[in-house]
């Protein structure tokens, strides 16, 4: 079995409802998973915006999530599953979707990797390429699931 990333709160490829993003309550979405390989020993999820003006835009980095999970709660924060890591708004944790406005929708892609390594060595805060970094050699699956903002 693949492993599958899906969100109770929107569907793949559909709108990320507004209570997710930065005109609403800005929240993560409830995330979950299915089909981890058994060599899964921790998660690493980053979300990101391949259609913001400057290039990719970061919105979430999530890692050392302990093997055993298989969801993340709406408005989840690390605490006890997993470090977070800086996102481009230069905060940690989640950060919604805000494209700028009359620039049309841009899509939000929530990858989840299986890493084989139960954890990355890094202390909070690191940054995407930092974790990218440390990843590396480490993955046994991948999900993604994606969703679209438009900010009019």
């Known amino acids: 079995m693949a492993l599958t990333l899906s969100s109770s ?3 793949d ?3 990320i409802p507004k209570r997710f993003t930065c005109d ?6 409830p995330l979950s998973w299915t089909g981890a390989p058994d060599s899964a020993r921790s998660f690493v999820l980053i979300v990101d915006d391949p259609d913001a003006p400057s290039g990719t835009f970061t919105h979430w980095v ?4 302990p093997g055993g999970t298989h969801a993340l709660a709406e408005g989840q924060k690390a605490g006890g599953v997993g470090h977070s890591g800086r996102n481009d ?30 954890t990355l060595g890094l202390p909070d805060g ?3 390429l930092q974790v990218e970094a440390k990843m590396r050699g480490h993955a046994v699956g991948t999900a993604k ?8």
């Open 9 to 11: 709160a929107f569907a």
């Open 13 to 15: 490829g559909s709108a």
């Open 24 to 29: 609403g309550e800005n929240v993560s979405p």
């Open 62 to 65: 999530l890692y050392d999530i």
């Open 89 to 118: 708004f230069a905060k940690t944790g989640y950060g919604g979707p805000c494209p700028p406005r009359g620039h049309g929708a841009h899509r939000y892609y929530f990858t989840l990797s299986a890493l084989d390594v139960a």
């Open 126 to 128: 690191a940054g995407r």
């Open 145 to 152: 699931v994606m969703g679209s903002y438009e900010r009019k």
